[in-house]
């Protein structure tokens, strides 16, 4: 009996072991092949895709350019005995074709945009901007003046630029960050890639 399990054992070690390939998705730079972000089962992915939905959780599976993704939602729900706390998970499938743009990269944390520079200060410039133009035009034709009058147009012309500057610097950041712009997403099916033996 010895002997046998013995046998068996070595027999098993000897054994080719097989692993499970699964499918992933990469993030190549546009015209290279430098890798920036490989995706798998169990990563997290954010983004979102072209109909403005957010993309946050994890990935459970990648089947035929499709990724699927459990995110979870924290709500206050209300019940007959006052509000409580409530988790919502749900697994939802999204095709690869249909995501706009990967949050990844040193700009991004926890799929958000960080820093001052990058999130709020293009809209602070569009609002600001936008907001003295407009109240500038309001006061003029309130009080019956000229523009011509009090030395408005610098500070017009100043304004419209800080807005323009704003507008601008969202629009470039939109299409940088956009699949297709910087970079592209690859679809990468299991066991089609050749590793030497």
């Given at each position: ?33 430098k890798v920036l972000k490989s995706y798998f089962p169990t ?81 602070i410039m569009v609002v600001a901007g936008t907001a003295y ?65």
């Amino acid at each position: 009996m010895r002997i046998l399990l013995y046998f068996s054992f070595l027999l098993f070690l000897d054994a080719s072991v097989v692993a499970q390939t699964t499918d992933i998705v990469q993030i190549r730079k546009k015209n290279s092949t430098k890798v920036l972000k490989s995706y798998f089962p169990t990563a997290f992915i954010a983004g979102s895709t072209y109909d403005g939905f957010q993309i946050s959780g994890i990935i459970k599976a990648i089947h035929g350019d499709t990724l699927y993704i459990a995110q979870q939602e924290t709500k206050l729900m209300r019940t007959e005995f006052g509000s409580v706390v409530d988790t919502m998970f749900y697994t939802v499938g999204i095709p690869l074709v249909n995501i706009e743009r990967f949050y990844f990269g040193s700009r991004y944390e926890n799929g958000k945009s960080k820093g001052f520079a990058q999130a709020t200060l293009p809209n602070i410039m569009v609002v600001a901007g936008t907001a003295y133009v407009g109240l500038e035009l309001f006061n003029t034709l309130y009080r019956r003046e000229s523009l011509n009058e009090h030395n408005k147009w610098p500070s017009l012309i100043g304004a419209s630029t800080a807005a323009l500057t704003g507008y601008l610097w969202k629009k470039i950041a939109r299409k940088r960050d956009r699949v297709g712009g910087r970079y592209v997403a690859v679809y990468i099916k299991a066991g089609s890639i050749k590793t030497p033996s």
